[in-house]
């Protein structure tokens, strides 16, 4: 494990077998400054899970280094080079700059390897089957057959959103599997949704803008959907709008095209900054990045509102530790324009994750039948161990640079 193992952030998993080499994403975590995994060694080959960048942060300086190719789905291709390209820009104006450069980006668009589900790749005599992680469009897992068959998941989900179908378990002798939410259960989805619309339309009705903060890739298309039909005046901004025009283009990997297709033609886009302010006066909602809230549009329409009571920013997801979504959600204060300031706006969080919780991630690990069980991507992996344990799974739970042979 060079990275992401006991922690949610910068996932990246070196595996040998009968000499080939592979890495199984090579990710980092944005925060400030961000936190990048150890540096791989050579590799042959390298599998890509899906775009966020917790996954694919490092991918480009890999491929200048290395020269091997990466495989990936069309949309972890197509996003994951956007936000890559965005997060060299952000980087540099935040001061960190990325260990690589534009220029490593389109490399690395050469070197990809287009996948797509149920496709099987033979890579040095093994076959790699490519399976749907259910987390977002395109978010694959790899399952590597070989005397034993391992597993890498990546980030999964095993329910169905508005956007994807669910992972389906794959029976395998060595899983290799996120467990962010090791520990800890979602609320049922019907429920959530159900509070945050009543939140919302609470907000509007007092006079309040309801600002929701979400990843452009995943989380703001669900919120489209989840809050398309509601009859409020419900507007986008940042990259996501340029991500679910992506995503109309690769039906495929879709759970319902037509939902999504409806979501964008009836949510605006602000197109223009110079617009901001006036959306902020007029909208109900807005929907906008970043998802942490730690750069991007959303710092303005707080900044506008922060004063005001009537308004609220509701929080979508988790929030990784040293972000100032973190620091909101603790202290009720943030930093805007490299300011620490208080928020008066109320708070709301609502757990719209895309990764399966504690109960759903020991039903999918028991359907896959696995002897040995990795634990990684989680900062509190314990919890699952000891409820894996009484079923007789070997557990492993490797830190940042252990090794471990299976
Ligand atoms: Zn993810
Ligand atoms: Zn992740």
Known sequence: ?????????????????????????????????????????????????????DHSGMIPWLCATYGMDVVATKPSVVIGTMLLEDSVKVSSLEGYPAPYDKGDVKLLKRHFQEVTFDDILDVGGMDVVVHSAGHIP??????????????????????????????????????????TYSGRDHPPRKETERHFLNKTKEVVERGGLAIVPAFAVGRTQEMMMTLM???????????????????????QYLRSPERLADAVAQIKAVRNPGDRKTVAKNADVIITT?????????????????????????????QVEGTNGRMLMESGEMVIVGERSKIHCELGFYDFSAHADHNELIKFIKACEPE???????????????????????IHMPKEGQQIEL
Not at 304 to 313: L, R, T
């Open 1 to 53: 494990m060079l990275g992401g193992a006991s922690e949610v952030g910068s996932l990246s998993a070196y595996v040998e077998n009968k000499g080939v080499r592979m890495l199984f994403d090579c990710g980092l975590t944005p925060s400030k400054p961000p936190k990048y995994p150890m540096k791989p060694p050579a590799v042959d080959l390298a599998f890509l899970s899906h775009a966020h960048i």
């Open 138 to 179: 395109g978010a694959a897992m790899y399952e590597v057959q070989s005397d034993r068959t391992m597993m890498f998941t990546g980030d999964i989900n095993t329910l169905d959103s508005h956007l994807v179908n669910g992972a389906k378990p794959v029976k395998c002798d060595i899983l290799v599997i996120e467990s």
């Open 229 to 251: 039909n509601s009859g409020l005046n419900v507007v986008m901004d940042g990259m996501g709008s340029a991500v679910s025009r992506h995503y109309l283009n690769m039906p």
């Open 290 to 318: 970043s998802g942490m809230v730690d750069g991007g549009p959303v710092l303005n329409y707080i900044a506008e509102k922060k004063n005001d009571k009537k308004s609220a920013v509701l929080i979508t997801g988790f």
């Open 372 to 394: 040995d069980v990795v634990l990684c991507h989680g900062d509190n992996r314990t919890a699952l161990a000891n409820d894996l344990k009484v079923d007789g799974f070997k």
